[in-house]
């Protein structure tokens, strides 16, 4: 079962545009990621949230955590052809003690057009 | 410079024929874990290790083993290795605490014939 859907699989847009990605489950996490992936390498943290409502901005990507814990979303403003890879988001989930899970997200490739 | 390596990069083998895959960091973290991504269905995770000497299976463990004796290495192990365990393996390390923030290595590419 995956806990995790991202919303679009595929994006491509034109350099200057703006783009959501989005990230939703029913499941509540005590905290959430986002991770950028290029190709041939590891993916690299971009951001945790934690606090329902929660709103931080890292130069021109702005990441939200839902109110309820239960999805995030990704905005990114005037996209650049740096930009473009796999934006995976990955929710950390409490299963009692020091116990915890992180799960991930299917993706979302994007690919900006110089 | 704070990182986890794997090694190899790449492998090409045969199916039945035992092989491992390194990793390492140099962070001082407890957790560990590895990961496999496959088109379509994302980063699954495979075992990770809370800390030496504990570790724990996770979603797709069958058909693999790892073993945790020292803090900084995380081998995992392809006994007999099969063509549907040709992937692209991550290995991951993190602190322990709410937040449980992954730090990749570069990946192993495997294929299996």
């Known amino acids: 079962t995956q806990l995790l859907e991202q919303s679009p699989q595929f994006l491509s847009i034109q350099e200057g545009e703006n783009l959501t990605v989005y990230c939703n489950s029913s499941?509540?996490?005590?905290?959430l990621q986002w991770y950028r992936q290029e190709p041939g390498e590891g993916p690299v943290l971009l951001v945790t949230?934690?606090?329902?409502?929660e709103v931080k901005k890292l130069k021109r990507l702005t990441f939200q955590f839902g109110d309820a814990r239960k999805d995030s979303s990704l905005h990114i403003t005037a996209a650049q052809p740096g930009d473009t890879g796999l934006y995976l988001c990955a929710g950390a989930r409490n299963y009692g003690g020091a116990t915890n899970k992180l799960i991930f997200g299917t993706g979302t490739l994007l690919a900006v057009q110089p | 410079e704070a990182q986890v390596t794997q090694n190899p990069r790449y492998l090409i083998t045969v199916t039945g024929k035992k092989l491992t895959v390194t990793c390492s960091q140099n962070?001082?973290?407890?957790?560990m874990s590895w990961y496999r991504q496959d088109p379509g269905l994302g980063l699954r995770q495979i075992y990770y290790?809370?800390?030496?000497?504990?570790?724990d299976k996770g979603d797709v463990p069958e058909g693999y083993k790892v073993s945790r004796k020292e803090k900084r290495n995380f081998p995992l192990i392809l006994e007999s290795p099969s063509p549907n365990q040709t992937s692209l393996y991550f290995c991951?390390?993190?602190?322990?605490?709410?937040?449980?923030?992954?730090?990749f290595g570069p990946g192993t590419r495997l294929t299996v014939t």
């Open positions: 962070m001082n973290h407890e957790y």
């Open positions: 290790s809370m800390n030496v000497e504990v570790t």
């Open positions: 991951a390390s993190s602190l322990a605490g709410r937040s449980w923030e992954q730090y």
């Open positions: 499941s509540v996490f005590s905290s």
């Open positions: 949230v934690v606090t329902g409502g």
